[in-house]
């Protein structure tokens, strides 16, 4: 069999790491659905992840911002993540996706990434917490975003020119510093807003 006709190796490692970041990212968003679920049917119920005045998903859940479509967000979070997860498991299974599928997972992340820095601006600035379901949810959807955008084009899944290939290689290859940085610069912000190094220091 020529090398031509070799089935390509399985993308295991970014395979595992889609499914582990969509498990991480699905179990998250479902607590939140159900503390937010028992709030609406015992009123006086406290959350599990109200564990001061800055550190609470209270005030969250009860925001306009908790419910930005009309319904609680913590529904987008557990039916989009299901999507890492499929995707993962059919890589393992040897799928091979075609441009076209991969442009709309990217967008389909786009839209998350966008939507979790958005929510974190109307955490710290509006509402002045730090939402700890809320956090786990930005910690998975920063790398989920940033890899899976830049490798398709870095390894060839979506063909491009041998110098843009070139190029997306090695910005690919300085991944962990770009998720690196989101989290430092969420970090900062929140510090300088909230002072939540403090906070934490308290518990």
Excluded: H
């Excluded at 968003?29 to 800055?54: G, Q, R, V, W």
């Excluded at 009860?62 to 479509?69: A, E, H, K, R």
């Amino acid at each position: 069999m020529t090398s031509e006709l070799r089935e390509a190796p399985r993308p295991v490692a970014f395979a595992a790491f889609s499914i582990v970041a969509g498990v991480i990212g699905w179990f998250a968003s479902f607590e939140l659905l159900t503390e937010y679920i028992k709030t609406l049917s015992a009123p006086d119920y406290i959350p599990n992840c109200n564990m001061s005045i800055l550190v609470t998903c209270g005030p969250n859940m009860d925001s306009w911002q908790g419910s930005l479509f009309g319904f609680s967000n913590t529904i987008i979070g557990v039916s989009a993540f299901v999507a890492p997860i499929a995707v993962g498991v059919a890589l393992l299974a040897g799928a091979r996706f075609s441009r076209w599928f991969w442009t709309l997972y990217q967008l389909g992340l786009l839209g998350g990434f966008v939507f979790i820095c958005w929510l974190f601006s109307q955490s710290v600035f509006v509402l002045g917490t730090l939402c700890p379901w809320c956090m786990v949810v930005w910690t998975v959807m920063i790398p989920l975003w940033w890899i899976s955008f830049l490798r398709p084009y870095a390894i060839g899944d979506i063909p491009l020119r041998a110098s843009a290939q070139s190029a997306f290689k090695r910005v690919y290859s300085w991944t962990w510093v770009i998720v690196l940085l989101c989290y430092l610069t969420i970090a900062f912000i929140a510090q300088l807003r909230l002072d939540w190094f403090a906070e934490f220091s308290r518990m």
